[in-house]
């Protein structure tokens, strides 16, 4: 539906089912430098990531959302056993290259990563699943990428049913997305990251398409200021010191959303909802919406 409206900047399909918005190549370039690496991230979301996994006595990591492999890599620092997966093969080559640089670091060795179809991911990784894994997590905004193709969700429902497959009972899922109820009502987007400490200045502009009277897809025009980035200058601007290029997002509702992982999880798991990185009644109007799905196990 959405992709017979609007086209994004950024096009290609690395895998089909899932547009990678990043194909060409340069946009997957200029995301990385933004969001620059693990030691850009933010310290609460650190606290806030590994203070669950460890609390939980978690092991195996699944990351749906490695992009460029940045979480992945903390999580191999700290001593877990991760997989990682992504749509773009794009976003994944700094994931590999990472991974090549530091493979005689045992644990390094040791970190799989794999392009994977969020549609067919039990099928695609099944012999990597065994018995399931402690966590999955999709963080960043990353599961909006799945925008809604036929206006019922089938996709996106199908999608949260796979991540469930590989969580074992006891496990659970972290997944985000931006609290795009607000961005509806503003029309604005919060340039600011509850993820990572973006050293370069950005805007970004917000558009959003009404599809028979509902919102059915966000556009996000990102301006990213490069001008100081000397690692990259030559690679990356050649003349233009400022880039922009658009992310297309669905909107996903809170209690839609929330709804949808009831679905997806069944009655007896358990369900919490965190706004960024806090209880929900410790912030008014948060930027990201995490959930926590814990899985129902008949072992408890």
């Known amino acids: 539906m959405a992709e017979n409206v609007i086209r994004t900047r950024s096009l290609g399909a690395a895998v089909e089912g899932v547009r990678d918005q990043y194909a060409d190549g340069k946009a997957a370039k200029v995301w990385e430098v933004f969001i620059g690496d693990k030691n850009s991230r933010t310290q609460n ?3 806030f990531l590994f203070g669950i996994l460890k609390r939980k006595g978690c092991k195996r990591i699944l990351d749906v959302a490695c992009g460029t492999g940045i ?8 001593g877990f056993e991760v997989v990682s997966v992504d749509a773009s093969d794009k976003m994944l080559k700094y994931a590999l290259q990472a991974r090549w640089a530091r493979r005689k670091d045992p644990a390094f060795d040791k970190w799989v990563i794999e392009e994977a179809n969020w549609l067919t991911l039990y099928d ?3 012999d990597l699943v065994g018995d399931g894994f402690d966590a999955v997590i999709c963080l960043g905004n990353s599961f909006a990428h ?5 206006g019922d969700q089938r996709e996106q429902k199908q999608a949260l049913r796979n991540f469930e497959k ?3 009972p006891g496990g659970f899922l972290l997944i985000d997305h931006r609290n795009y109820d607000n961005i509806i009502d503003s029309g604005e987007t919060a340039a600011k990251s509850i993820y990572y400490n973006p050293t370069h200045t950005t805007s970004i502009r917000t558009s959003v398409l009404y599809v028979s009277g509902k919102p059915a897809l966000v556009s996000l025009d990102y301006l990213i200021d490069l001008s100081s980035d000397k690692e990259n200058s030559d690679m990356l601007l050649s003349e233009e010191s400022v880039n922009e290029f658009r992310l297309s997002y669905y909107p996903h509702r809170l209690k839609v959303f929330t709804n949808m992982l009831e679905d997806a999880f069944g009655e ?13 009644d410790q912030v008014e109007t948060p930027n990201f919406y995490i959930h926590l799905v814990e899985k129902y196990s008949t072992y408890f």
């Open 71 to 78: 979480d992945s890599i903390m999580l191999v620092e700290e």
């Open 124 to 126: 695609d990784i099944e």
């Open 146 to 150: 799945l925008l809604d193709n036929f």
């Open 166 to 168: 590989c969580v074992k």
């Open 45 to 47: 979301y650190k606290n």
């Open 268 to 280: 007896n798991s358990t369900y919490s909802i965190f706004g960024d990185f806090k209880r929900l």
